[in-house]
């Protein structure tokens, strides 16, 4: 009886589960083997995107699985589409080649781990959540770069999300009209102004902000900064940067999906520091999208609210926005909310 119940749990389980999406790199005989079990062994579901190599040449005799694109495939269409788990199915010998890999795949929002010549032995299974194990269709891999949020934090980040930017739109509509009329009474021009950012997995979006100033001076690529004092700025534009209440129209584009309330903040698309673009002058910059950006993000609450206008300052923010992805909690989600407040309303930083 209690077997039967068990196969009818484990069967209603695999029926509503959501598939775990793989891809594997580099074709030889482990990545056969595995893709194997993984479409007609795998206990959970799985679906296999396919086998990625830049060597398209270099396919064993017995192979049965065919090379699915290039490792730069692999990357275009994870930046597009959810995947789980990069699988590099190469032997531990190939450090070099692991470590260019890896290199290359780290920016992307996944797990990548490794599978090796070992990972088809038997040996006692770990328990869930120790160390860096990971199994998939009786395979242990080890994980070398570590995705940062799991599928259900990610739906829990999400629903604090939409349930915040609910309640302070709703409450602060009467404010936010005030605000409205305020910049058109101000100055000619429109209330809203839309800047094209980079966003989650390197894509770029238009974020929204209340405009601040006049109608001619915004900087639609972010070539030049804003400079304290800035003759752009209009009257009520200072007052609203003073307190960030030009970056509340950013709730939208949390609701659309496009941001969260808390993440590193979005960079223009050519914003510079110095004389060198933001992405170029800053090692591991990318690596800040594998996350969605956030209207108030680690950095700012540490002391990155104002303008940013040195390199070291620049791979200080960048650090600290890595730090967040590392060690990311809904905790820590609230933590950095709470002191964004008291930092709003001392007026601290603010350009």
């Known amino acids: ?27 030889n005989h482990l990545a056969d083997r595995l893709a194997q079990k993984l479409v007609f062994e795998s206990r959970r579901p799985v679906e296999l995107l396919g086998i990625f190599d830049d060597r398209n040449g270099r396919r064993e005799n017995d192979a049965q699985f065919t ?36 290199a290359r795949l780290r920016s992307l929002p996944v797990d990548i781990v490794i599978l090796n ?48 930017a609910l309640v302070i739109l709703t409450l602060g509509a009467p404010f936010l009209a ?21 966003g989650f997995n390197n894509r770029v979006f238009g974020v929204l902000k209340f405009r601040t100033m006049t109608n001619d001076a915004p900087d639609q690529e972010g070539v ?31 609701l659309k999906g496009d941001m969260s309330l808390v993440g590193p903040r979005p960079q223009a698309v050519n914003m510079r520091v110095g004389d060198r673009r ?27 609210r104002g303008g940013i206008r040195t390199l070291d300052k620049a791979a200080w923010a960048v650090s600290m ?5 590392q060690n990311w909690s809904i905790r820590l989600d609230l933590l950095i909310i709470w002191r964004t407040i008291g930092m709003l309303l001392s007026g601290r930083d603010a350009v």
């Open 67 to 102: 090379i699915s694109g290039r490792v730069d495939d692999l990357i275009a269409y994870a930046r597009e589409n959810p995947l789980d788990h990069i699988i590099l199915a190469l032997p531990s010998s190939a450090t070099g080649r692991i470590s260019e890999l890896t």
């Open 278 to 304: 933001y992405a170029d002058a800053v090692t591991q910059y990318i690596e800040r999208h594998k996350v969605k950006p956030g209207m108030t993000g680690w950095a700012q609450v540490n002391g990155s």
């Open 117 to 164: 010549e070992s990972a088809f032995e038997p040996v006692a299974r770990p328990l869930p959540g120790s160390g860096d194990a990971i199994w998939l269709a009786g395979a242990h891999l080890s994980r070398l770069v570590e995705r940062p949020m799991s599928r259900f934090g990610k739906a829990a980040k999400r629903a604090m999300d939409i349930a915040l």
């Open 321 to 325: 926005d890595l730090e967040y992805i």
């Open 1 to 27: 009886m209690l077997r039967r119940m068990d196969a009818a749990w484990n069967t209603l389980r695999r029926s509503v589960a959501v598939p775990q999406r793989v891809a594997i790199v580099c074709a």
């Open 224 to 254: 030049g900064g804003t400079l304290p004092d800035d003759p752009r700025v209009t009257r009520v534009g200072r007052v609203l940067r003073r307190f960030s209440l030009d970056e509340l129209p950013q709730l939208l584009n949390v």
């Open 178 to 198: 005030l605000i409205a009329l305020a910049i058109l009474l101000d100055s000619p021009g429109g209330v809203l102004f839309r800047q094209q950012r980079i």
